[in-house]
């Protein structure tokens, strides 16, 4: 059984930077693409970046492009979320999610497995 644990979440000042992590257990994490999901009070749960089974294919959703970066670790079985010039809009509790199969690879629905998920508040 596949598990997720995201670390990494806190306070930080707008314009500031913070990385956020995240360690599957229980299977092989190469073997899995990755995402990352928030959700806002009140919000949807929206789309963040993902990337595929190597790292060799990248998607990140329009407001966060040039702000953040999603990498992996295989050897290290986790994901990585650095945010950067971040702005108030931008707190949200922060899901990593895994999948052995996707299509666009922006789509909840599409990930089997999600971590509990991490607060990250940026304050004005």
């Known amino acids: 059984q596949v598990q997720l644990e995201e670390s990494g979440g806190g306070l930080v000042q707008a314009g500031g930077s913070l990385r956020v992590s995240c360690a599957l257990s229980?299977?092989?994490?190469?073997?899995?693409?990755m995402a990352w999901f928030r959700q806002a009070p009140g919000k949807v749960r929206e789309f963040v970046a993902a990337?595929?089974?190597?790292?060799?294919?990248?998607y990140y959703a329009d407001s966060v492009k040039g702000r953040f970066t999603i990498s992996r670790d295989n050897a290290k079985s986790t994901l990585y979320l650095q945010m950067s010039s971040l702005k108030p809009e931008d707190t949200a509790v922060y899901y990593c999610?895994?999948?052995?199969?996707?299509?666009?690879?922006?789509?909840?629905?599409?990930?089997?497995?999600w971590g509990q998920g991490t607060q990250v508040t940026v304050s004005s």
């Open positions: 999610a895994a999948s052995r199969v996707v299509g666009s690879m922006s789509a909840a629905y599409e990930y089997d497995y």
């Open positions: 229980g299977r092989t994490f190469s073997d899995y693409a």
């Open positions: 990337i595929s089974w190597i790292g060799g294919t990248i």
